[in-house]
């Protein structure tokens, strides 16, 4: 589904399973955020066919390693597709995150990202997106702000109306709250997040931070 100009979005919204929202940019380095799991991954593949987009992404962003986000990246970086994540997510990935993953009755795939992604710009043959670390859901969660859109991945820091849980090892509410507020303050048209439906419109995005900011803060 095209949303705007090089931005397509693959939404997950069957709720008889957990995998995430699925994002693609094609200007410059063609760049997917967050492939979902890899046995959920043909609802992608459909969707670009659809889309007449016929090759795989040059690299793959994660933007935090819980498998219902990371899974299919495996598939894709064996077909030739660069991986990307933060240092600190990866190894988290190595720690308890594998902890996290056999209490959920899941291993992580085998994944050696070419690229490990650090606070600042990411420009892709001329397509500029910043990275901002966004820890709180888990330690090395990332977002990236597209400026030429004014939009931001968001993973699991929000959700429409929702933020990202924080009961999973290495989960840290007071972290959350300032990675929340910091993207807050960023110029938005559109989030783009990890589960649930995109948020578009400036007047939209800032209601949603309000509602966030009255209802879960107290609870972090």
């Known amino acids: 589904m095209k949303l705007a100009e090089n931005l397509y979005a693959y939404p997950w919204t069957q709720p008889t399973a957990n995998n995430c929202n699925t994002f693609l940019t094609t200007g410059g380095v063609s760049m997917m955020v967050d492939p979902g799991h890899a046995a959920l991954f043909n609802h992608v ?22 498998p219902d986000h990371m899974e299919a990246a495996l598939g894709l970086q064996k077909a ?31 994944i050696n990202p070419e690229v490990f992604l650090d606070e600042g ?16 859901h888990s330690p090395g969660h990332i977002c990236l702000y597209w400026p ?12 429409a ?6 009961d999973f090892p290495g989960g840290d ?9 910091r993207v807050s303050e960023l110029d938005l048209d559109w989030i783009l997040p990890g589960h649930g439906p995109v948020i578009q419109g400036a007047d939209a995005i800032a209601r949603n931070f309000q509602v966030i900011e009255q209802v879960y803060f107290s609870m972090l």
């Open 161 to 166: 109306q929702g933020v990202g849980r924080v």
């Open 45 to 66: 593949e459909t969707s670009m066919a659809g889309d007449r987009i016929k090759k795989l992404p040059e690299l793959v962003v994660i933007t935090h390693c819980h």
């Open 80 to 110: 030739g597709s660069k991986l990307a994540m933060s240092a600190e997510e990866y190894d988290y990935m190595l720690g308890e995150g594998k902890q996290l993953a056999a209490a959920l009755g899941m291993t992580f795939p085998d």
């Open 173 to 181: 509410g007071a972290r959350l709250k300032e990675s929340i507020n």
């Open 121 to 136: 710009e990411l420009d892709l043959d001329g397509e500029v997106f910043e990275v901002i670390k966004t820890p709180g």
């Open 148 to 159: 030429r859109h004014k939009a931001l991945f968001a993973g699991d820091l929000v959700f």
